[in-house]
C-alpha cells in the first residue's frame, strides 16, 4: 500500500479509472466492444483511436522534456505534414494509385523530420533556448502550411490514404497500430540500450554530460527530430482520418496536450527523468475527457475548466511533498530501508 | 488644422453628392469605368470563402469596375488598415465583409467624414450608429435554420416520434446562433420531436465526426442529425458509417452550406437535404455598387437568392456548380 501511493503512475492511472467509472455511470454501455464489419467497435476503441495522435506527439515531447528541451512547433508540423501530403495527393490526379499515396505520405514524414532536426539545429547548436526556437516554427509553421495549401481546406477521396487513420487491420484501427508500433520502438531504444540514460544525463545536467562523453549534441539533436516524425505522422493520421488538410485547425493547440499529457505522467518539466507509460496515460486521460465531454453533454468552455481541474488535482498528487505525506500517513508495517 | 480638415472633408462629400446627384440627373446608364471599388475580405479559410472572393473579382471585372481587394488574414486590424487606405485613395465605395461584430466606429466615421459609402457583405457589425454603413448583403441564418426544420417536418410528416441530434456550428457564432434558432423554431410546435442532444462540433469535420461517434453510443436510436454546416455533416457521415449503419438511410442528415463536397455526399444519397448559404455575392455588390453611386436608395439589408437542394436537385446541379 506504501509503496503503491508512492509510485509515480499511481494517481494518473487512478485519475483515469475514475474518468471511466465516471463514464460508465453516464452510459451504461460505456465498455461494451463489439465486432462491426470485422473490427472492434465502441467507446473505447474510439478514444484509444482518436487519442492516438495525441499519444504520438506526447511520445516525442516526453524525450524532449528528459532533456530540459520544449518543443511547441509540434502543432505547426501536424498541420504541415497533413498539407504536404494532401497536395501532392490532390495535384498528382491519381490519388487512388498506392505508389502516389506512398510518395505523398514519404513526402510529408520527410518534411516533418526536416522541421524536427530544425529544432534540433537551434537548440543544439546555435543554442537558443528551446521554448523560442520551437516557438519560431510554432508561429511560422502554420503560415506554411497554409501557403502549401494556398489558403484552401485541400480536400482528397484516396482510398488508400484514407487506411491511415480510419483503416482498420487485424480488427484495430491502423492509427491504434501504428502509434502502439512507434511507442514499442521507443521504449525499446530508449529502455534496453543506454539511449534512456544518455538522455536523462543531458537533462540532469548538460554540461557534466558533455565533459563525461556524452555527445550532448547529437541527443539533443536527434530527440527533437524525432518530435517533428512524431507530430508528422501525428499530422498524417489526423488528415486521413478527414480526408482533407485543414491548415487552419489540424493539431491546434495539439502542443499544450501533449504537455499536459507528459507532466500528468509524472515526467517533471526540468528534464532529467522520463515515463514513457506515465506519458501513456497522461494522454488517455485527456481523450476521455475530452469524450466525456461529448458523452455528457458539456458545452466545450466548461470543459476545459474540468480539463485544468483534473490536471491541477493530478499535479497536486504528484508533488514529492504531498507523496511523501501521504506515505508518513499510512501505518506501516516496520520495515527496513523503505524511505525514499 | 483639424476644422480645416472637416471642411476638406465635408466639401469631398458635397462633391460626391454633388457628383452622384449628377449622374442619376443624366438618366439611362450612367458610366461605371471611373469608378473604382475596394474590398476587405476576411481571408481565405474555407471553400466558402474561396468561392466568395472568386466570385466578388469576376463579378467586378465583367462590370468593367476597378476593384482594389485586400486580405484580412483574419486580423481586424489589416482590415482596418485596409479601409484606411481605401479611405486615403479616396475609392468610390467601400465593401467589406467583418472579421468580428465590433470595433468598428472609428475606421467608419473616418470613411462617413470622407463621403465614401459602406456595404457590408456576408456578416454584420454591431454599432449604434446605423448611418456608418449603406446596406448589408448577406444571408439570413435564422431562415437557414426555418428551412431545414421545415424539410424535418414534411420528411417525418408519417413517423410519431423523432429523435434529433444537432450539431451546432462554433458556440456564440452568428451562423450557429441563427441556425439553431431557426430550426428550434420550426420544429418547436410539433411534439413528435425531441432533441436528444445538441453539441458544438465548431464546423470542422473532426469535430463532427467526434460529436456523432460519442452520440451514437449515448443515443443509437437517433433518426435525424442536423449538422450546421457540410464540413460537420461530412464527418458525422464517417462516424454513421463506422458504426455500421447507413447514414441518409436508417440516420437522415441535414446541412447548411452546398459546398461541393457536400453535393456529392448529397448526391450520393448520404447527406438527404441541404440548406444552401450563397457565397455568390459578386452580381448583387456590382448592382449595389451602382445604385449607391448614382444616388439611388438601397434596402438596409439585402439577401442573395438562396435555395435548397434535394438528391435529385443535386444531381442536376452539381456540374455547373461554381464552387
Known amino acids: ?340 | 488644422m483639424s476644422r480645416r480638415r472637416l471642411i476638406g472633408a465635408a466639401i469631398a462629400a458635397c462633391a460626391t453628392i454633388l457628383l452622384a446627384g449628377c449622374q442619376a440627373g443624366h438618366g439611362g446608364s450612367p458610366g461605371t469605368s471611373h469608378l473604382v471599388v475596394g474590398f476587405a475580405q476576411v481571408g481565405a479559410e474555407s471553400s466558402w470563402r474561396t468561392a466568395n472572393t472568386k466570385d466578388i473579382e469576376s463579378a467586378f471585372q465583367h462590370a468593367g469596375i476597378t476593384l482594389r481587394f485586400s486580405d484580412a488574414e483574419q486580423q481586424q486590424a489589416n482590415q482596418i488598415a485596409a479601409i484606411r487606405s481605401y479611405i486615403q485613395q479616396r475609392v468610390s465605395v467601400i465593401a467589406f465583409s467583418p472579421v468580428v461584430e465590433s470595433g468598428w466606429d472609428t475606421v467608419l466615421q473616418e470613411a462617413k467624414a470622407a463621403g465614401i459609402p459602406v456595404i457590408l457583405t456576408d456578416r454584420a457589425i454591431s454599432t449604434d450608429d446605423p448611418s456608418l454603413y449603406v446596406t448589408r448583403l448577406g444571408s439570413d441564418f435564422t431562415k437557414e435554420g426555418e428551412k431545414a426544420g421545415v424539410w424535418a417536418k414534411k420528411e417525418f410528416a408519417a413517423a410519431s416520434s423523432v429523435k434529433v441530434l444537432e450539431i451546432e456550428g462554433t458556440t456564440g457564432s452568428a451562423p450557429a446562433i441563427g441556425r439553431t434558432k431557426g430550426f428550434e423554431k420550426e420544429i418547436g410546435d410539433d411534439s413528435k420531436f425531441s432533441i436528444v442532444d445538441s453539441q458544438d462540433g465548431g464546423f470542422t469535420r473532426a469535430g463532427g465526426e467526434q460529436v456523432m461517434e460519442a452520440q451514437l453510443k449515448a443515443h443509437p436510436d437517433v433518426d435525424l442529425v442536423y449538422a450546421q454546416n457540410d464540413d460537420m455533416a461530412l464527418g458525422a457521415i464517417q462516424a454513421i458509417e463506422g458504426a455500421g449503419e447507413r447514414p441518409g438511410k436508417q440516420i437522415k442528415v441535414i446541412s447548411v452550406d452546398a459546398t461541393h463536397d457536400g453535393m456529392e455526399a448529397l448526391a450520393q444519397g448520404k447527406i438527404n437535404f441541404i440548406v444552401e448559404c450563397n457565397p455568390l455575392l459578386g452580381d448583387e455588390l456590382v448592382k449595389l455598387v451602382k445604385k449607391v453611386t448614382a444616388g439611388k436608395s438601397v434596402p438596409r439589408r439585402i439577401e442573395p437568392p438562396e435555395r435548397t437542394f434535394t438528391q435529385e436537385q443535386a444531381i442536376a446541379a452539381l456540374p455547373t456548380r461554381k464552387y
Not at chain 1, 33 to 53: E, K, T
Request: one cysteine or more; glycine letters at 10%; a positive charge.
Open chain 1, 1 to 340: 500500500m506504501k509503496n503503491l501511493l508512492a509510485a509515480r503512475l499511481t494517481w494518473p492511472v487512478v485519475a483515469l479509472a475514475a474518468l471511466l467509472l465516471l463514464n460508465f455511470v453516464l452510459q451504461p454501455n460505456f465498455f461494451s466492444i463489439r465486432v462491426q464489419d470485422g473490427h472492434l467497435y465502441g467507446s473505447l476503441i474510439d478514444i484509444v483511436r482518436n487519442g492516438a495522435p495525441t499519444v504520438l506527439v506526447a511520445l516525442g515531447m516526453t524525450l524532449v522534456i528528459a532533456t530540459r528541451g520544449l518543443d511547441l512547433s509540434v502543432g505547426s508540423i501536424v498541420a504541415i505534414a497533413g498539407a504536404v501530403a494532401c497536395s501532392i495527393l490532390a495535384s498528382s490526379g491519381s490519388e487512388a494509385n498506392v505508389p502516389v499515396v506512398i510518395v505523398a505520405v514519404a513526402a510529408a514524414l520527410a518534411a516533418a523530420l526536416v522541421l524536427g532536426a530544425w529544432n534540433g539545429f537551434l537548440v543544439a547548436v546555435v543554442g537558443i533556448p528551446p521554448i523560442v526556437a520551437t516557438l519560431i516554427l510554432m508561429t511560422a509553421g502554420r503560415g506554411l502550411a497554409l501557403l502549401i495549401t494556398q489558403g484552401q481546406i485541400v480536400t482528397v477521396s484516396s482510398a488508400a490514404y484514407r487506411v491511415i487513420g480510419a483503416g482498420f487491420a487485424l480488427g484495430l484501427p491502423v492509427s491504434i497500430l501504428i502509434a502502439a508500433v512507434i511507442y514499442a520502438a521507443a521504449a525499446l531504444l530508449t529502455r534496453k540500450t543506454a539511449l534512456g540514460m544518455l538522455i536523462d544525463a543531458v537533462g540532469v545536467n548538460p554540461i557534466a554530460s558533455r565533459i563525461a562523453g556524452v555527445p550532448v549534441k547529437g541527443i539533443n539533436w536527434s530527440v527533437y527530430a524525432f518530435s517533428g516524425l512524431c507530430a508528422g505522422v501525428a499530422g498524417l493520421m489526423i488528415s486521413s482520418n478527414v480526408t482533407a488538410a485543414d491548415s487552419n485547425s489540424a493539431g491546434l493547440w495539439i502542443e499544450l496536450d501533449a504537455i499536459l499529457a507528459v507532466v500528468i505522467g509524472g515526467t517533471p518539466v526540468g528534464g532529467g527523468r522520463f515515463s514513457l507509460s506515465g506519458t501513456l496515460v497522461g494522454a488517455f486521460i485527456i481523450q476521455t475527457l475530452t469524450a466525456t465531454a461529448y458523452t455528457a453533454g458539456i458545452a466545450p468552455g466548461v470543459m476545459l475548466v474540468l480539463k485544468a481541474i483534473v490536471v491541477a488535482a493530478v499535479c497536486v498528487m504528484q508533488a514529492p511533498r504531498v507523496r511523501s505525506r501521504a506515505q508518513r500517513r499510512v501505518p506501516s508495517r516496520p520495515r527496513a530501508g523503505v524511505r525514499s
